[in-house]
């Protein structure tokens, strides 16, 4: 593409028009909103549903169809999403109403119906102390190059705890921090950093032609919303290893899984080039996951792995099976597992022991961590 195409394009993206939401839309938002609820499902012969603290209710008796959800959220959306909804039948975009707050909208189809989740999203940044993550894990916004990743599945926590360890960076440093992300969820304000924010969709077309832009205007930090694809997963591993520092997040649940998922996504001939990649490049990968708690609500619990030597050899040998021994190794660099985090959380009588049970992935660990303790 020549530059004078690319800037007619980029030109043609940032035109795009919204169409005046509708008044149920408008209705269901305010009331998402207004019971501080975080998502809005509208699914056919359902009523209208909101998610607090985990728990779906419902915000009124009437069912919808899949025609009257597509005629609600269609026209919130931004003009490239409309269109790429109407193409492959699914789309996100994100959406400000005034007045009420931001979201992100998920349209898709279900059973050839229409059906959409809509996520409020927050006003304001949070800080890192905020989160109730494990302390350690604020060593990760103190990394000068590498690539980090947070893992855990959908609502786990991992895009908050991307923009927490971001706000951390610029409070502190004076850095160039660039942002891709699909949609932008968590608005940054410069402070001691200058941070740009770039939506997939609004200011590029996708991730891998946003990344390669990136690497052209000199970041210190890049952050990936999401690593989606091998392309993208190549770009990332090479600014680390040239020496960015970069963060993305993946639907993975521990270290092992994180390196299979992007080595997986790889062609098997290039996999063991890719391992050997990972190795140099990795710093650090967080999992996290949010439990509901014993007295309402839902608390953090997350396990942390700062690369050592162990790890980059067995990494690069695929001997993932290993990973797990290598947090205790690494322990004195800010390492923790996953049962560690859960026993604390038994002790500070916010988990019932047998909820930590079921969360671990070692069970037999954490029955040691506890019995220890007297629990």
């Known amino acids: ?59 009124e008796d009437k069912t919808l169809s ?33 007045g009420v707050g931001r979201f992100r909208i998920n349209l898709h189809r279900e059973r050839g119906r229409a059906a959409a989740t809509v ?9 890192l102390s905020e989160l109730r993550l494990p302390p350690g894990v604020g060593a990760i916004a103190g990394l000068q190059r590498g690539l980090v990743i947070i893992g855990g599945a959908t609502g786990s926590g991992k895009t908050t705890t991307l923009a927490a360890l971001v ?19 968590y608005e940054h304000a410069h402070n001691k950093s200058v941070i740009e924010q770039v939506e997939i969709g609004i200011d590029a077309p996708d991730f891998p032609t946003a990344l390669r832009a990136a690497m052209r205007q000199a970041p210190d930090v890049i ?55 990972m190795a140099m490049a990795l710093a650090a990968m967080l999992t996290q996951t949010l439990i509901p708690k014993r007295n309402g609500g839902r608390v953090p619990a997350a396990e942390l792995l700062v690369l050592g030597y162990g790890a980059r050899q067995h990494i690069r ?36 022991r047998e909820e930590a049970m079921t969360r671990a992935l070692h069970p037999e660990d954490l029955d040691t961590i506890l019995k220890a303790k007297g629990f």
């Open 167 to 185: 706000n951390e960076i610029n409070q502190r440093d004076a850095r160039h921090i660039v942002t891709i992300e699909d949609p932008i969820e």
């Open 66 to 98: 899949g025609e009257e959800i597509e005629a609600a959220v269609l026209p919130a959306m931004a003009a490239h999403a409309r269109e790429e909804y109407r193409q492959y039948g699914i789309a996100d975009s994100s959406y400000r109403l005034e």
């Open 223 to 277: 952050v990936v919303g999401e690593m989606r694809d091998s392309e993208t997963a190549r770009i990332a591993l090479s600014a680390a290893e040239t020496g960015h520092l970069v963060f993305t997040t993946l639907h993975t649940t521990d270290a092992a899984s994180t390196v299979s998922r992007i080595a997986d996504s790889f062609p098997q001939e290039r996999q063991h080039t890719v391992r050997a990649e």
């Open 1 to 59: 593409m020549t530059a004078e195409s690319n800037s007619t394009h980029i030109q043609v993206i940032h035109s795009e028009t919204r169409h005046p939401e509708s008044v149920e839309l408008r209705r269901w938002l305010g009331e998402l909103v207004l019971r501080n609820g975080s998502d809005l499902l509208l699914v056919p012969n359902a009523p209208a549903s909101i998610r607090l603290e985990g728990v779906l209710s419902a915000i």
């Open 119 to 127: 996520r409020a999203l927050p006003s304001k940044v949070p800080a």
């Open 317 to 352: 040998k695929n001997a993932l099976q290993h990973l797990h021994q290598e947090i205790t190794i690494t322990r004195k660099q800010g390492s923790f597992t996953l049962e560690e985090s859960l026993a604390q959380l038994v002790f500070q009588q916010e988990l019932l």
